[in-house]
């Protein structure tokens, strides 16, 4: 069965692709409409994403949303991430505001988590959801090529999730946690309704 996700960021589909095709999950891309995430938690704006991609395509849809969490920042830019340093910003805009707005914070309140909340929203109206984090830190500086958004400036231990490869970043990340526990939880939807 075909799962289309319900993103236009090309690094999301690579990332989601890699983790769930060797779980046999066949991702299908398609053409959608771009939808307001106008939900409050990274779990509202998943399933907006993807009951709208489920209705526009028939087909069982797949979405996440998810961003960056600050203690120092109060939680921002939280559900805000990809807007945090405006509509058209581009991630080097988002981390230049990130770290000057941390830049009086010292290593040791520096701490922070990435969330990714996924959905999916089968036509039948049943939904499979799943949630993954991952603890870190902010640099002071952009370190690392590798990686999307705010990766360059997210420590976990002494390396960026730039400074990763695809599959190291994968085994830890809050995407590929929530894709595993998500693969797991579809295993078991799948086989409970037999679809």
């Known amino acids: ?14 990332e989601f692709k890699r983790i769930l095709e060797p779980l046999s999950v066949n991702v299908a891309e398609a053409e959608l409409d771009e939808v307001e995430e106008t ?60 770290l000057e707005n941390l830049k009086s914070v010292p290593k040791s309140g520096r701490g922070a988590k990435f969330v990714c909340s996924i959905c999916c929203v089968f036509p039948d109206g049943s939904k499979v959801t799943a949630q993954g984090e991952c603890r870190g830190d902010i640099a002071f500086s952009a ?17 960026t999730f730039a400074q990763l490869t695809p599959y190291e970043k994968d085994s830890i990340s809050h995407r590929g946690k929530a894709l595993r526990a998500f693969a797991a939880k579809l295993k078991s939807h799948i086989e409970n309704v037999n679809i």
């Open 1 to 14: 069965m075909d799962f289309v996700i319900a993103t236009h960021n090309n690094n999301k589909v690579r």
């Open 39 to 98: 939900g409050s938690t990274f779990a509202e704006n998943a399933f907006l994403k993807a009951e709208a991609a489920c209705r526009q395509t028939g087909k069982p849809a797949v979405a996440d949303d998810s961003g960056l969490m600050v203690e120092a920042l109060g939680g921002a830019p939280g559900v805000f991430s990809a807007r945090y340093a405006g509509e058209n910003a581009a991630d080097a805009d988002r981390i230049a505001k990130l």
């Open 143 to 159: 370190q690392g090529s590798g990686g999307f958004g705010y990766d360059p400036v997210f420590l976990v231990g002494e390396k």
